[in-house]
């Protein structure tokens, strides 16, 4: 008996074991596709970031008012609102692939348009295209990346998209400085030739570059292969990246009827005596919450940092270092919040991070409530400044760890196979406008009352919390086709 157990242990632990490393390649194989569609992501961060250490240049060579300055600073988010629009039922269309590679190629052109701008106008019209091509990329990574990943590495695989952000934000602070130390400044010329602040903007080149290629060789998700009848293709690529061949099935069921391609006017719910009342609950929560995660002002951080601790007595080479050193902080949060997610849930951490966003919020609006001056004289009494400083990243900490990664990863699982693409269209489209609407009013806002600034993003941040305690849904865990 002992030789026949011994016999018969053999082939099932060669089994165990050969399930285990297909297992894990299959984790390999997911995690480096959605990395790839995360490089969307990259250049979100990075083209919203890299006008940062442009925007005093910008400022100066051009000559322009506040106002016009915040229309300058923020025309890449109105492109944004109208590419996340598009891209959902574009991606519908002709898949998310091809959405990725079309995306590539505008920022590509775009980069060089901004770098070579002769004006505010031409610098405001290339910045809404790359605008554009970001707006895309940012929609149909999350989409794509839910669809591709198993359900129980979702939450880390969607994360994932957040972390491309905030490494973008990184890599476009880091080159603004460099450029702007190597220049003597931002309006400097470098060594090579050609100001600064254009060739931060031509940088941008590199990275959609590297994206469009990556775009050519990653495949195309499953839900939309079985969307377009493609049925091989599908059953090949959950084999490979998610291990279940046979959740092909549940897939063609959750899309039974949906093979066109989703109008907005398939959002609205319907009441009773088949009345419209507008579009379907969880839409609205997909909105709500993505309007709410740019209201608490986290894009002041970024786009404004390097003027807003010039303000308050650094040198621009030492407000850029700050900035980068902020933007460290978030990379590292980010990964926090990646380790996390899957083991406490979406709603907790949405939570959690809400109240911390509240607190250092408060904090930022009374050390700037005890400063003095306005403008470019603005300075805070000894101590305050060190208070500010570590309250803005700590701030920081908290977005990251909560909003900043979560937020994506419930647009690309909340909504059910049909409608997703289109959802997480309006959806990111209004997260868009939220980010348009921010940084266009803080410079005006700023001039009145920082303490009136932080105070408002702090009051968002509170209506954050109660929304997510009440009307937000847990998704950790589950599969797409329940929802």
């Known amino acids: 008996m002992s030789g026949m157990d011994a016999e018969g242990d053999a082939p099932k632990a060669g089994t165990g074991a050969a399930r285990a490393g297909a297992r894990q390649e299959e984790r390999r194989s997911a995690v480096a596709v959605a990395g790839a569609a995360a490089l969307g992501g990259f250049l979100f961060g990075y083209d919203t970031a890299v006008i940062n250490g442009a925007v005093d240049a910008i400022q100066a060579e051009f000559d322009l008012r506040a106002v016009v300055l915040g229309t300058a600073v923020s025309s890449a988010l109105l492109g944004g609102a109208v590419g996340a ?5 574009l991606a519908d269309r002709v898949g998310r692939v091809r959405v990725m590679l079309i995306a590539a190629i505008i920022f590509v052109l775009s980069s060089v348009g901004s770098a070579l701008a002769v004006g505010p106008t031409s610098l405001t019209a290339w910045r809404v295209v790359s605008g554009l091509a970001v707006g895309a990329a940012s929609v149909i990574a999350p989409a794509y990346i839910a669809e591709v990943a198993p359900a129980k590495q979702r939450g880390r695989l969607g994360s994932l998209q957040q972390f491309a952000i905030v490494t973008g934000i990184f890599a476009a602070l880091l080159v603004d400085y460099a450029l702007a130390s190597s220049a003597g400044g931002a309006s400097g010329d470098v060594p090579w030739g050609g100001t600064a602040w254009r060739w931060m903007f031509a940088s941008a080149a590199v990275p959609a570059t590297i994206y469009g290629v990556i775009a050519l060789r990653i495949p195309e998700s499953p839900r939309y292969l079985v969307r377009r009848g493609h049925l091989d293709q599908a059953h090949e690529v959950l084999n490979r990246y998610v291990g279940d061949g046979v959740r092909l099935r549940e897939i063609e069921r959750s899309l039974a009827g949906g093979n066109e391609s ?26 709500v919450l993505a309007v709410l995660q740019q209201f608490v002002g986290i894009n002041v951080i970024f786009y404004y940092s390097t003027t807003l601790w010039r303000a308050v007595g650094f040198t621009e080479e030492n407000a850029l270092l700050t900035s980068v050193i902020t933007s460290v902080v978030n990379i590292l949060a980010t990964l926090l919040a990646i380790s996390l997610i899957d083991r406490v849930g979406r709603k907790p951490l949405l939570a959690v991070g809400a109240g911390g966003m509240v607190l250092t919020l408060a904090t930022l609006a009374w050390c700037f409530s005890r400063a003095t001056g306005s403008g470019e004289n603005l300075t805070l009494p000894p101590g305050l400044d060190v208070i500010a400083l570590l309250a803005a990243n700590l701030y920081v900490v908290a977005f990251a760890t909560s909003w900043g990664p979560v937020l994506w990863v419930m647009l690309g699982e909340m909504f059910n196979n049909r409608i997703r693409g289109t959802a997480i269209a309006v959806a990111g489209a209004a997260q868009w406008v939220a980010n348009w609407l921010v940084t266009v009013s803080f410079p005006s806002i700023a001039q009145v009352s920082l303490p009136i ?24 865990g589950r599969e797409l086709e329940t929802m």
């Open 85 to 89: 629009w598009f891209a959902g039922p």
């Open 262 to 287: 989703v109008r907005l006017s398939d959002l609205r719910g319907t009441g009773r005596g088949g009345r419209r009342l507008g579009l379907l609950p969880i839409v609205w929560v997909g909105i």
């Open 453 to 476: 600034a932080y105070g408002l993003y702090a009051a968002f941040a509170a209506l954050a919390l109660v929304f997510v305690t009440r009307a937000v849904p847990e998704t950790k």
